[in-house]
């Protein structure tokens, strides 16, 4: 495909070299040459040093061909004019990144589709939505839909008193157990398990399963009697914090640790939430944390816009008792280095913004993809297609790559797990869990 990505900033590089490793026509454009001067060296990427607002420009890049063209550029004005003029040229679909949740509200989609704009992505809202996804099951890292909740993607990091560690994987999950685990978080390292495998302590484990399980793998991965998030403190009022408390249910309290009163006042205005208290102070202070209730709270989100403060403030709180502890990393250098410390969930807004943005490069007939940042894969779900080379087949003749794990389907609204003798029907749904690099293998078995 040919893509044309319009900003050299952290969003931009990052989706540059993440789609140049499925070999397709990339271009990135930056006015800064400085942005763009190692990258056309050490990457498969043709960068061109100009103002991508300029039709010109767009022309000279070729948008009347292109695939795709994502602006995301620090500008949300820019991005969207960058992707009108795309679209006006040729370009099929585009994608503008933006700053202003009304941009991205679903009533407001046919609007900006009508202008030419296929797509509109708001970091904060995916990282706000992530937030509080993670702590209404606070004894789960990560939690995947499939297909309205008839499958489940569960990423658990294993407790001491687990009762699955240091066993074989055969005996884990035989064929018949109510759970796959599709892959394996170890020391930074991504595995696909194999029978042999032993589980250790503090690995982080993804497990696919269906609803009436769950309750199953939270006993036998030691989490039975990790506590309920009722009182949650964020450290920092920006905007991922709105975001995320916009979704917080009435069952949560949460406390708001921010140093700019406007920001509070905002806060207070827009949410009109009783169960959301402000505090104009610095939340890296412990004894004003502990001052406030720091040891009473189940869970510790940190989202202010420096990297090493979230991940120290984490740090902090885990040492002084809170369980569940969210760290946002804008520097995705930082990434691996969080989650080594095993401080709890890490996310990374470019990374959340790649896999939503990802979507549009997959020709097959998927309905999500969604990146899962501590696990360096993404998971997808492919519709088995009348024809196709995994119609009618049994999983264990498909010859998956390596890199590929097949992990349930949904037929009918109904979700089972995969094992060797599946067969695949056209109009199933099938959950692939891929390693970086290997969604475009999977997805020509299923064309």
Known sequence: MKIIIAGAGAVGTHLAKLFSRENHDITLIDEDASRLEHLGVNYDILTLCASPRLISTLQEAEAARADLVISVTPDEAHNITICMLASKLGAKKTVARVDNYEYALPRNREYFKSAGISSIVYPEMLAGEEIMQGLRRGWVRQWIEIQNGALLLLCVKLASNAQILHKPLREVCPADAPFHITAIKRQGETLIPHGDDVLENRDAVYFMTTPEYVNTIRILTGKEDFPEVRNVVFLGGGSTTERALSKMPDTMHAKVFETDIRRIEHLDEVLNNKNVMYINGDGTDLDL???????????????????????????????????????????????????????????????????????????????????????AADVAELVVKEGSRVARRPVRELRLPQSVTLGGLVRDGRGYLINGNTLLEPGDTVVAFCMEGSLKQIERLFK
């Open 289 to 375: 944390l502990i001052d406030e209730g720091l040891r009473n709270a189940q869970a510790f989100v940190a989202t202010s816009r420096n990297s090493q403060t979230n991940i120290l403030a984490c740090l902090t709180a885990k040492r002084n008792g809170v369980h569940k502890t969210v760290v946002m990393v804008d520097n995705a250098d930082f990434v691996q280095m969080a989650e080594s410390l095993d401080i709890g969930s890490v996310l990374n807004k470019k990374q959340l913004a790649a896999g939503h943005i990802y979507q549009m490069l997959l020709k097959a007939d998927v309905t999500t993809v969604k990146c899962l940042t501590i696990a």
